[in-house]
């Protein structure tokens, strides 16, 4: 009995997994909310600021988990907001890289002090060893389902 004991364990796990990133993402976009942006657009503002400015548009879809034409609707609206621009690419002048504004940072900035207390209320007497041990299995966790999107 003890297989079914852990594969019952391993489902709720997977299932409070997915429930807990959807509740937060809800959390996030209503703290957005009143800032005039929604989630996909944070997340895309956030990877250009924390991961290198001026990835083309195809990088940036994949390294945020937006497909490909959702991508295009952010970057415009994100664009119309003044928060980022399209450049040629200098490698191919058929693609388009996206860097981030001054006013996109400054912007961010307020974005990220908002979801600075999100996170604070929502780990709020939660020891760092054990923010520390989930992050790691997270961690563990993403690297392999990264890996599995490589498989054919």
Same mark, same amino acid.
């Given at each position: 009995?003890?297989?079914?004991?852990?594969?019952?364990?391993?489902?709720?796990?997977?299932?409070?997994?997915?429930?807990?990133?959807?509740?937060?993402?809800?959390?996030?976009?209503?703290?957005?909310?009143?800032?005039?942006?929604?989630?996909?657009?944070?997340?895309?503002?956030?990877?250009?600021?924390?991961?290198?400015?001026?990835?083309?548009?195809?990088?940036?879809?994949?390294?945020?988990?937006?497909?490909?034409?959702?991508?295009?609707? #952010? @970057?415009?609206?994100?664009?119309? &907001? *003044?928060?980022?621009?399209?450049? +040629? /690419?200098?490698?191919? !002048?058929?693609?388009? %890289?996206?860097?981030?504004?001054?006013?996109?940072?400054?912007?961010?900035?307020?974005?990220?002090?908002?979801?600075? #207390? @999100?996170?604070?209320?929502?780990? &709020? *007497?939660?020891?760092?060893?054990? +923010? /520390?041990?989930?992050? !790691?299995?997270?961690? %563990?966790?993403?690297?392999?389902?990264?890996?599995?999107?490589?498989?054919?």
């Amino acid at each position: 009995m003890p297989a079914r004991h852990d594969a019952d364990r391993l489902f709720l796990f997977a299932m409070r997994f997915g429930e807990t990133a959807r509740l937060w993402r809800i959390q996030i976009d209503r703290r957005l909310r009143p800032l005039g942006i929604s989630f996909p657009q944070w997340i895309t503002l956030i990877r250009l600021a924390r991961g290198g400015d001026g990835p083309v548009q195809k990088e940036l879809a994949r390294a945020t988990g937006i497909d490909g034409p959702t991508m295009v609707g #952010v @970057l415009d609206r994100l664009v119309a &907001a *003044g928060l980022v621009e399209r450049r +040629v /690419a200098a490698h191919d !002048r058929r693609a388009k %890289t996206v860097h981030l504004t001054p006013r996109g940072r400054a912007f961010l900035d307020e974005a990220d002090r908002e979801i600075a #207390v @999100l996170r604070a209320t929502l780990l &709020a *007497g939660v020891p760092p060893a054990t +923010v /520390a041990r989930c992050t !790691r299995l997270l961690e %563990t966790i993403a690297e392999r389902a990264e890996a599995m999107a490589d498989e054919p």
